[in-house]
């Protein structure tokens, strides 16, 4: 079992910038990808960005330029860092793990960008 943690998550400006935060815990040791999703009112959950355990990085190309997405392994951390916001990446961010065939999920977190 791993337990993700959100956080960083509010309300911006057009324009702006935002770093979410996801600290994992429990059975950290055993995962391999973590990731960034999100989802807007009446949409599916879409991927941000994801970083394999050696740091290999692959970003939608919504967010490619805008995001950078880093991860500290001593520290079971993921961050993503997000600039030159815009009204239509307003959502919900959630943060994943993957340990062997499963995906583990935090409960998210509020991005809202006003313009």
């Known amino acids: 079992q791993v337990q993700l943690v959100e956080s960083g998550g509010g309300s911006v400006q057009a324009g702006g910038s935002l770093r979410l935060v996801c600290a994992a815990s429990g059975n950290s040791f055993s995962i391999n990808a973590m990731s960034w999703h999100r989802q807007s009112s009446g949409k599916q959950r879409e991927l941000v960005a994801i970083i394999s355990r050696d740091s290999r990085v692959h970003y939608a190309d919504s967010m490619t330029g805008r995001v950078t997405i880093s991860r500290d392994n001593a520290k079971n951390t993921v961050y993503l860092q997000m600039n030159s916001l815009k009204p239509e990446d307003t959502a919900v961010y959630y943060c994943?793990?993957?340990?062997?065939?499963?995906?583990?999920w935090g409960q998210g977190t509020q991005v809202t960008v006003s313009s």
């Open positions: 994943a793990a993957g340990i062997g065939d499963r995906d583990y």
